[in-house]
């Protein structure tokens, strides 16, 4: 792969990491639940979920669901309810000390494990990849080696962004850590989590 277009790529998968989405909220909402080092299993299970659904992407079942409504709703719902319950219990947990995630599990089990419900469920992922990919190297041409340049690249430009945007909530938490500013922050956090269900279920093909 020519290093100028995997340099295109590299600028088209930091864009796409760096624009705020429920990993991003997901990872954001853990360091203020229970601090920065803890999200690096969030940030993990979320790097392999994105690594499972580039899988289903390049395998040809990311064109299952990009032509069939059906699948892409039953997807998107799921998703969409999945969200939609981390906002609930993260405003419903807001007054609780800061040891708690959005569903009280603050384990690193548990941390991991939302981090890759969180990237599993999103369909817009499937379509990106799907969409994307080809872009930079046709499907025939796609070897295993060419995989896992663009997988691993877009993984790391995640952890990138998520490391960013980590340092910037946990230098707002230390702030925030007492007093009603951070009741009010997780529970914006929970209503954005909301929103983002709401858009989510809006998505079409």
Excluded: E
């Amino acid at each position: 792969m020519p290093l100028s277009l995997w340099l295109s790529f590299v600028a088209v998968a930091l864009a796409a990491t760096f624009s705020p989405g429920p990993g991003v909220l997901l990872a954001i909402s853990t360091t203020l639940a229970l601090g920065a080092r803890r999200t690096l299993y969030s940030s993990a299970g979320n790097a392999a979920g994105v690594f499972i659904v580039s899988c289903v992407a390049v395998s040809g079942a990311g064109l299952l669901f990009s032509h069939s409504p059906a699948a892409f709703s039953l997807l998107k719902t799921g998703g969409a309810a999945y969200l939609a319950w981390l906002g609930i219990q993260q405003w419903r947990q807001a007054a609780t000390p800061a040891i708690q995630t959005a569903d009280g599990d603050g384990s690193r089990r548990a941390v991991f494990m939302r981090g890759l419900a969180v990237a599993c469920s999103n369909p817009k992922s499937i379509l990106f990849f799907t969409a994307v990919f080809p872009q930079f190297l046709p499907m025939q041409q796609m070897t295993g080696p060419r995989f896992l340049l663009l997988s691993l690249t877009f993984v790391v430009c995640m952890f990138v962004s998520h490391a960013t945007y980590v340092l910037l909530a946990a230098k707002a938490g230390t702030r925030l850590l007492h007093g009603g500013a951070m009741r009010v922050l997780r529970r914006c956090m929970g209503a954005l989590f909301v929103l983002m269900a709401a858009g989510l279920l809006l998505t079409k093909l």
